[in-house]
């Protein structure tokens, strides 16, 4: 059947073999579909969609605006984000964590198990140790030091100034 104009179709068209477009196609309303569709080539959406299942992709995916995902989000391998990454609740590490720049923390920290510093560490403010403190080097204090409770020494005490007692020494 070669036809060389507009064919208007009244009702449904029944179909039982292969349906060739070899030019644009227009819908003027919803295409439904039974069975797996292929489209070889780009597929370009305008307006929301949705979908109903699992959507797979094999290939790098490429989003231009932001990605809303409502649940809980499963990543397999690697993340890798450019630029800043906020956070508005929790974050859960099961696992090392590397960081190779600075941290910052605004608010408390607390820390479960033993922290290990390669390097110096500055403290701003107070340092209070609520257990025994075990310093496997000098230490060196500038300014003032107050001691509450005795203090044992082991081994020398060398004193570049003068020792001041106000009570009874033995």
């Known amino acids: 059947l070669a036809v060389g104009g507009a064919v208007t179709a009244t009702g449904a068209t029944v179909l ?22 292929d489209i070889n080539g780009r597929l370009t959406v305008t307006g929301v969609s949705a979908l109903n299942s699992t959507l797979t992709v094999s290939k790098a995916a490429t989003m231009n605006s932001t990605l809303a995902v409502t649940g809980e989000t499963d990543i397999t391998g690697d993340l890798s984000v450019t630029g800043a990454v906020s956070l508005n609740s929790t974050l859960y590490v099961g696992d090392a964590a590397d960081i190779s720049g600075d941290l910052a923390v605004t608010g408390a920290t607390d ?6 510093l390669t390097g110096a560490a500055a403290l701003n403010s107070t340092l209070t140790v609520t257990e025994a403190a075990t310093m496997s080097s000098t230490l060196a204090v500038s300014g003032a030091t107050d001691m509450t409770g005795d203090l044992t020494l ?17």
């Open 16 to 37: 039982n073999s292969t349906l060739a477009v070899s030019k644009a196609a227009t819908l003027s309303s919803s295409l439904a579909v039974t069975g797996e569709t």
């Open 111 to 116: 820390i479960t198990g033993d922290l290990t």
């Open 154 to 170: 082991t081994g020398s005490a060398a004193l570049n100034s003068t020792l001041a007692v106000s009570e009874a020494a033995t």
